[in-house]
């Protein structure tokens, strides 16, 4: 199964940025629709973002709709997500999702195969 290993969380002043890596181990990376969700303490995990396995279609929660953007680089067995425009009620846990079913979008955590460990991000105003 596919392993995954988040980075590049870290304490940012609102309105400042951060890039989030993931990558991961397996023989089928690129098979994988990707995604992204978060977590803050109390609350349920939610849907952040999510990649198709070639990368060419994406999709967004609406929250973060304009300021963050999902990408991936197969080649690299690697999956980021640039975070601009950061708000204080970004604060979580990010964590980096591959998906069960190579045709179907990961938006919901029930369509989740493969988790990371989570990578914190803390936005301060």
């Known amino acids: 199964q596919v392993q995954l290993v988040e980075s590049g969380g870290g304490l940012v002043q609102a309105g400042g940025s951060l890039r989030l890596s993931c990558v991961a181990s397996?023989?089928?990376?690129?098979?994988?629709?990707m995604g992204w969700f978060r977590q803050a303490p109390g609350k349920e995990r939610e849907f952040v973002a999510a990649?198709?396995?070639?990368?060419?279609?994406?999709s967004y929660a609406d929250s973060v709709k304009g300021r963050f953007t999902i990408s991936r680089d197969n080649a690299k067995n690697s999956l980021y997500l640039q975070m601009n425009s950061l708000k204080p009620e970004d604060t979580a846990v990010y964590y980096c999702?591959?998906?069960?079913?190579?045709?179907?979008?990961?938006?919901?955590?029930?369509?989740?195969?493969?988790w990371g460990q989570g990578t914190q991000v803390t936005v301060s105003s």
């Open positions: 999702a591959g998906g069960k079913n190579p045709f179907v979008v990961v938006s919901h955590i029930q369509r989740v195969g493969s």
């Open positions: 397996g023989r089928t990376f690129s098979m994988h629709p």
């Open positions: 990649i198709s396995r070639s990368g060419d279609s994406t």
